[in-house]
């Protein structure tokens, strides 16, 4: 693969699908302009997400919406040859999901539904079962929808897929328990930034993060979008307001070059890992 020129996106998107429709078209366009191939944007950019992880108003929810629906298809002619993730909340039937789709002109390369879920998200999304990675224009990638990436097992899943990308679309918000005065100082801040690092250098890929910006309900996002390389370090980012993090990266080179010497993902030793067992305290 040639070197490509990847970008993730952090915004503030509402409710409103139209409004949310035409900001993403345009973001689009921009990046058009920009030659960029893969373009990640954040988990609800379409419609939002809900308002109060504790306790989410089920009669304020996120419009659902068709994984072969107009929106999405308007999407898909604009992006053309580039590679777009994009998150929205699906209608399944009569479930709702948090959900991700991978997509360029062709359609849809790849989908996800988050499986993980913090608080009370359970009262308003069913959860995903599964991480899968998929082929695209710009390589092997798969995706993972913000408390996704907490837990080490869900982007490990995808590198031993083949994945060498993973795309993290996040609506992740600052600290609802233990509020800090500055966003930068701020627990879940550090956390963000830490799963993104920990997540490319234990896998050895490179991994792009997008997040909302701004306040929805009682929630106030983080921004910080950024691209990692397969070393954990961070090639470009944004701070807590709206920008772009882009740069140009050679995967296959930067991944290669990570597994050199040291090859995380052939060099694992499942036989020596502890079964899994309950949390809860033992007699």
């Known amino acids: 693969?040639?070197?490509?020129?990847?970008?993730?996106?952090?915004?503030?998107?509402?409710?409103?699908?139209?409004r949310s429709l035409e900001k993403i078209l345009g973001i689009i366009g921009h990046a058009h302009d920009r030659k960029i191939d893969l373009l990640v944007l954040p988990d609800a950019c379409l419609g939002g997400y809900i308002g109060d992880l504790n306790n989410p108003d089920l009669d304020e929810l996120p419009p659902a919406l068709d994984e072969d629906g107009p929106e999405l298809s308007g999407i898909a002619?604009?992006?053309?040859?580039?590679?777009?993730?994009?998150?929205?909340?699906?209608?399944a039937g009569d479930q709702r999901y948090n959900a991700a789709v991978c997509l360029t002109g062709d359609g849809v390369l790849g989908s996800h539904r988050k499986v993980h879920q913090p608080a009370g998200e359970s009262l308003a999304y069913s959860a995903g079962n599964g991480f899968s990675a998929f082929d695209t224009p710009v390589g092997r990638m798969g995706m993972l929808i913000?408390?996704?990436k907490t837990f080490p097992e869900s982007a490990r899943t995808l590198a031993l897929?083949?994945?060498?990308?993973?795309?993290a679309l996040s609506a992740w918000p600052?600290?609802?328990?233990d509020r800090a005065s500055k966003l930068a100082n701020d627990?879940?801040?550090?956390?963000?930034?830490?799963?993104?690092?920990?997540?490319?250098?234990e896998n050895q890929v490179v991994l792009l993060s997008s997040n909302h910006t701004g306040v929805m309900g009682s929630l106030r996002f983080l921004g910080q979008a950024k691209v990692v390389g397969p070393g954990g370090?961070?090639?470009?980012?944004t701070r807590d307001k709206g920008g772009l993090a882009c740069c140009d990266i050679d995967v296959d080179a930067e991944v290669d070059r990570?597994?050199?010497?040291?090859?995380?993902?052939d060099e694992r030793r499942p036989d020596a890992y502890h079964r899994e067992v309950s949390c809860a305290s033992h007699s």
């Open 258 to 265: 990570a597994r050199r010497v040291l090859r995380h993902l």
């Open 233 to 237: 370090d961070v090639l470009c980012r």
């Open 146 to 148: 913000d408390y996704d």
């Open 187 to 201: 627990r879940q801040s550090r956390l963000f930034d830490l799963y993104d690092a920990a997540r490319a250098a």
């Open 161 to 167: 897929d083949g994945a060498r990308i993973v795309a």
């Open 77 to 91: 002619a604009a992006a053309r040859s580039m590679t777009v993730c994009v998150g929205y909340t699906e209608r």
């Open 1 to 18: 693969m040639a070197p490509i020129r990847a970008a993730a996106l952090a915004g503030h998107f509402g409710r409103d699908v139209e």
């Open 174 to 177: 600052a600290s609802v328990t």
